[in-house]
């Protein structure tokens, strides 16, 4: 059974930085993408971004790039999001997912984490 553990989320200044991660156990192929989604209050989660674990072809959605960064490390089957310059609309539950699969994609994703919480004030 996948599960999936984020941390690293907490409060931060605006123009602050925090580094996410999230703990991937009991997957049993590397043929799989890692995604981060975000969910602000009273809005719909909304894809951050993703990264192939074999060959870590990357993805961002528009408001992620320049600023945000996303890495796995193979030997701690972990995956991080690298966020820096971090504004108040940032502030949102973070969440983890993975998809089965080497497509690159921001929806359809098999397995969720908990999720954590970012806080950006300003």
């Known amino acids: 059974q996948v599960q999936l553990v984020e941390s690293g989320g907490g409060l931060v200044q605006a123009g602050g930085s925090l580094r996410l991660s999230c703990a991937v156990s009991?997957?049993?192929?590397?043929?799989?993408?890692m995604g981060w989604f975000r969910q602000a209050p009273g809005k719909e989660r909304e894809f951050v971004a993703a990264i192939s674990w074999i060959v870590r072809n990357k993805d961002y959605d528009d408001s992620a790039k320049g600023r945000f960064t996303i890495s796995r490390d193979n030997a701690k089957n972990t995956v991080y999001l690298q966020m820096d310059s971090l504004k108040p609309e940032d502030t949102a539950v973070y969440y983890c997912?993975?998809?089965?699969?080497?497509?690159?994609?921001?929806?359809?994703?098999?397995?969720w984490g908990q999720g954590t919480q970012v806080t950006v004030s300003s």
């Open positions: 997912a993975l998809r089965w699969g080497s497509a690159m994609v921001r929806s359809d994703y098999n397995y």
């Open positions: 009991g997957r049993t192929s590397s043929f799989l993408v």
